[in-house]
């Protein structure tokens, strides 16, 4: 089944400790990217890559890294969480035929306490 | 520089009314413009996009929306709305690569019986 997904689904943890949230996709998409959701605003666009080691900022990449040494995957990375990032993130992915459409993952729930 | 506007944050419709969920774009280049849906606890999944062509975009579940270019709006329609419609949507646009998609602010709608 072509899909995304997206580990852990939920996470609960506390100022300054880093974390890494991943990211899989099994369509070989070139472009993938990550958003964060937060009530008002929509999803904003944090980091995206258009292939493997090509990663551009998005709208909101302050406190994130992304990385992208394998097609497949995209991992963020919070090297010092802060309250304020605590919000719903999701990755998406897309290429080949459907390079207009976006595929999403299921989202991962972050607290930072 | 590219926006969205989703002039409705709710909208609340019987079942089996009609309901049309607005959107309003601003872009100096030509636009592709979508339509994605996201049920409880899910991720973003797509309804419908306007590449070019027919004006009138057909999507998934009885939805469409039509572009109108003189009015830089995309609304979305469906005729007839059931419980399981029950979602938050999201209008969004982008250029010609989808490595800059611009997501509204979304609208929840809520279908009562």
């Known amino acids: 089944e072509a899909q995304v997904t997206q580990n852990p689904r939920y996470l609960i943890t506390v100022t300054g400790k880093k974390l890494t949230v991943t990211c899989s996709q099994n369509m070989n998409h070139e472009y993938m990217s990550w958003y964060r959701q937060d009530p008002g605003l929509g999803l904003r666009q944090i980091y995206y890559?258009?292939?493997?080691?090509?990663?551009d900022k998005g709208d909101v990449p302050e406190g994130y890294k992304v990385s992208r040494k394998e097609k497949r995957n995209f991992p963020l990375i919070l090297e010092s969480p802060s309250p304020n990032q605590t919000s719903l993130y999701f990755c998406a992915s897309s290429g080949g035929v459907s390079y207009n459409e976006q595929f999403f993952g299921p989202g991962t729930r972050l607290t930072v306490l | 520089a590219q926006s969205v506007t989703q002039l409705d944050s709710q909208v609340p419709v019987f079942e089996e009314a009609p309901v049309e969920l607005r959107c309003n774009y601003s872009s100096s280049v030509s636009v592709y413009l979508f339509w994605y849906v996201q049920y409880p606890n899910q991720g973003l999944q797509l309804l419908l996009k306007?590449?070019?062509?027919?004006?009138l975009v057909k999507g998934i579940n009885g939805f469409e929306a039509e572009f109108n270019k003189s009015q830089t709006s995309f609304h979305l329609r469906k005729p007839s709305v059931h419980i399981s419609d029950t979602a938050e949507y999201f209008c969004a646009v982008s250029g010609s690569s989808a490595s800059k998609i611009i997501f509204g602010s979304g609208t929840r709608l809520s279908i009562r019986p």
């Open positions: 306007y590449l070019s062509g027919s004006t």
């Open positions: 890559s258009m292939n493997v080691e090509v990663t």
